[in-house]
């Protein structure tokens, strides 16, 4: 069953503009994780924000955590075309290993 | 290499027939991932190696599907006799241990005729 669930399910900006995609769960969380996967490939690791943090940032992206409400976000700045792509969001329930259990992702479509 | 390499990039075949995929990970990488992603879903998870065991197969829907990993590193996912809801991208990941982001191949892309 899916954990996280995005939103918006597809986003179209122009480059320069901002983009945030939002992920809600249903379960507490270890932490949670946000994936890109181009178009044909592998899915490769943005971030990864755990329960006792509220916000991280790396370059362009800044990831927030409300554990109350049981939902994140991820914010990327001055959007690029290169930034075209599916974000997934992936929770993770336990420190150690558990299941990586992810949605089904936001479509960003980056317009030049 | 220098990535999670999976091979082959794309396979076709007829339904009821066997397939083989196979994940090479990072190396030194003991955490071994298999997911299946069907259009425009997300990632469906199969099974978890640790090593060469897997504590958690939990994901695999069916017993046609198995998998197993070899010295610690090379994995194969068997699909036997395939049917056409097998269809999707097979997507292998591997991490340092298994609470560490994981690093994706680029997958199988799996089409039953």
């Known amino acids: 069953s899916q954990q996280g669930e995005e939103d918006p399910q597809a986003l179209s900006i122009q480059e320069g503009e901002n983009a945030t995609m939002n992920c809600s769960y249903k379960?507490?969380?270890?932490?949670l994780q946000w994936y890109r996967q181009n178009s044909g490939r592998g899915l490769v690791h943005l971030i990864l924000?755990?329960?006792?943090?509220r916000e991280k940032h790396s370059g362009r992206l800044r990831v927030t955590l409300d554990t109350s409400k049981k939902s994140s976000s991820l914010l990327i700045t001055a959007s690029r075309a290169a930034d075209t792509a599916s974000y997934f969001c992936?929770?993770?329930?336990?420190?150690?290993?558990?299941?990586?259990?992810f949605g089904k992702g936001t479509m960003l479509l980056v317009s030049p | 290499g220098a990535g999670v390499s999976q091979s082959p990039s794309n396979k076709v075949t007829e339904k009821g027939k066997d397939v083989e995929l196979r994940c090479d990970p990072i190396s030194g990488h003991t955490a071994l991932y298999w997911y299946r992603q069907s259009l425009g879903q997300g990632l469906e998870f199969l099974i978890y190696?640790?090593?060469?065991?897997?504590?958690?197969k939990s994901g695999l829907p069916s017993d046609r599907f198995s998998a197993e990993r070899t010295g610690g590193s090379v994995s194969t996912l068997t699909i036997q006799r395939t049917q056409q809801e097998d269809s999707a991208v097979y997507l292998c990941?591997?991490?340092?241990?298994?609470?560490?982001?994981?690093?994706f191949g680029d997958g199988t892309r799996l089409s039953i005729l």
């Open positions: 990941a591997s991490s340092f241990d298994g609470s560490q982001p994981q690093h």
């Open positions: 190696f640790q090593g060469n065991s897997a504590p958690d």
């Open positions: 379960t507490s969380i270890n932490n």
């Open positions: 924000i755990r329960s006792n943090e």
């Open positions: 992936a929770t993770q329930k336990n420190s150690g290993y558990s299941t990586l259990t």
